[in-house]
């Protein structure tokens, strides 16, 4: 295989051009997609529509995949691989979720900034998210660059900023849309989880603020002020001049580094228009959220 990398932009957003992710994926390819992802922060590789299995196998080279994806706790039949995160509009029948159905209000979180799984105690690296059918218009997704963000704060701000905690929650963010409708099941299944507001990238060194929907407080702050500072780092991080909007073809793959970007779904017409999308998430496992050396946070 004999991949290329197209810019974007300088810094943010690239394309890898010759990665068919039907074939098995060589070493020094894997290893040109993982630099370009280190500089980057989010690639597309285009290309036709690829099975579950493939999907699944091309993932699981950058390391093992989120196999607990499901948040609802259901006993309706799932319409994909246990590996893979159903991101659709789409029923266990492949017909388009009825505006109330709960689990499309659970998915409109995704229309908030977020980045995936940092309220689960293993948090996601790459999410690869494969295009199999989308709206005529709209329905983007858009991707923001953390590292540039940090980087263009205050001295003063990055100072203040520095050292602190900040307690996730994917029950934070369904709040934000008024969907509290949870189970005590489903709370247990997944408590807080406090991560650094501020943390180095690993595969870059660079410092890259940790922001997400998720963040219902900051550690040792009062709840307003956490809030409202984490509002106004999120304002700060999603100005257009940090946000890469990916206008979808069939068959894309898009991934995004979840250590150093936010990401949210565009709205498009649910009623008329089926928008499947299948998310393999690979996880970061090699870094423990904060709370192994602190209380147990509450929201
Ligand atoms: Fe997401």
């Not at 595969?203 to 409202?228: M, N, W």
């Amino acid at each position: 295989m004999s991949a290329s990398i197209t810019a974007l932009t300088p810094a943010f957003g690239a394309e890898i051009i010759g990665v068919d992710l039907t074939l098995p994926l060589d070493a020094s390819t894997r290893d040109l997609i993982v630099d370009t992802m280190n500089h980057f922060a989010v690639a597309v590789i285009r290309g036709v529509t690829v099975s579950q299995d493939d999907q699944v196998a091309f993932a699981k080279n950058f390391g093992p995949l989120d196999a607990i994806n499901g948040v609802l706790q259901t006993d309706i039949k799932r319409r994909l691989s246990a590996d893979l995160v159903d991101i659709s509009n789409m029923d266990e029948q492949s017909n388009i979720l009825e505006l109330d159905d709960r689990r499309r209000l659970f998915n409109l979180g995704n229309r908030l900034w977020h980045t995936d799984s940092s309220f689960k105690r293993i948090a996601a690296k790459y999410s690869m998210l494969h295009a199999h059918a989308i709206p005529p218009v709209a329905g983007e997704t858009q991707v923001c660059d953390l590292r540039a963000a940090y980087d263009d704060l205050p001295k003063d701000m990055k100072e203040q900023i520095g050292d602190l905690v900040a307690v996730h929650s994917i029950f934070t963010s369904r709040a934000l849309l008024g969907f509290d409708n949870f189970s005590p099941e489903e709370h247990a299944l997944l408590p807080p989880i406090c991560r650094p507001l501020v943390r180095v990238h690993p595969g870059s060194g660079r410092k890259t603020l940790y922001l997400a929907s998720h963040i219902g407080r900051i550690l040792d702050c009062p709840v307003a002020e956490g809030r409202l500072l984490v509002r106004d780092l999120m304002e700060h991080a999603t100005q257009p001049k940090f946000v890469y909007t990916h206008h979808w073809r069939i068959g894309d793959t898009l991934i995004w580094d979840n250590r150093c970007t936010m990401h949210r779904a565009m709205p498009f017409d649910e009623s008329r228009f089926k928008r499947d999308m299948r998310r393999a998430t690979v996880m970061e496992t090699d870094v423990a959220p904060v709370d192994d050396q602190n209380a147990v946070a509450t929201v």
